[in-house]
């Protein structure tokens, strides 16, 4: 055990190094495909092989390292078939809280107030808005109170965030057209009408998914 081990305790570490682990993946400074080993992540972060195994176990399941018999954990690589399948499982889970949604005409605070930091952003893409962006549509699934959808929402979010992060990061999209697309779907709650918002939900999505695999197309 390392001197910042006994200081948090063993739990608290493995959390910490699997937090930092993350955001660097998701901000592209570990790039796709590059390689974890439990040695270099030890050192990377001053903790005990076990630790650092225990970092690379939880990003495997949380789907941003993968692992094959034998081999080093690698960064998932994002490609236009693990695109289009991440997305498609949103738009259901999401489609299905819209409308349940509408029926009770239920707008969640949370997604309008994370709307409303990307309605005051600056015009045009920027990689700021992947934050609020994932919240506003984590609120959608959250307002259903449903401790087994949330979980499965949570499955594969780490994919959600590194595909959202890669649309962004390519500067595909603008923040003022999210913003209002957002605040069309939230619209379309409010009234009631469950198709519409799903309707409108799956041309949000749709037009990330296809600028993403058509620039993933051109690399």
């Known amino acids: 055990m390392t001197t910042t081990e006994a200081a948090l ?17 998701l901000s592209g400074e570990i ?3 590059a390689p ?6 030890s050192q990377m972060f001053g903790v005990a092989r076990p630790s650092a195994k225990a970092a690379i176990e939880q990003l495997v399941a949380s789907g941003l390292l993968e692992r094959t018999a034998h081999r080093s954990a690698r960064v ?28 009770r005409r239920a707008v969640p605070a949370a997604a309008i107030a994370a709307n409303a930091e990307i309605l005051a952003m600056e015009p045009g893409p920027d990689p700021a808005t992947v934050d609020p962006d994932l919240r506003f549509h984590t609120a959608l699934i959250d307002a259903l109170h449903s401790e087994r959808t949330g979980r499965m929402y949570r499955s594969v ?13 390519r500067r595909l999209l603008d923040a003022s057209a999210i913003a209002a697309q957002h605040a069309e779907i939230l619209d379309a709650v409010a ?6 918002a799903a309707q409108l939900l799956d041309a949000h999505l749709s037009s990330a998914e296809e600028r993403l695999v058509e620039a993933l197309g051109a690399e």
């Open 157 to 169: 979010l780490d994919e959600v965030r590194l595909c959202m992060a890669q649309v962004q990061g």
């Open 191 to 196: 009234s009631g009408d469950g198709q519409r």
């Open 36 to 41: 974890l080993t439990e040695a270099a992540v």
């Open 9 to 25: 305790g063993i739990v608290g570490v493995v959390d910490a190094v699997t937090a930092q682990l993350r955001e660097r993946i």
């Open 31 to 33: 790039r796709s495909g």
């Open 76 to 103: 998932v690589g994002i490609d236009p078939e693990t695109v289009r399948d991440v997305y498609r499982t949103r738009t259901r889970l999401e489609s299905a809280a819209l409308r349940e949604l509408a029926a």
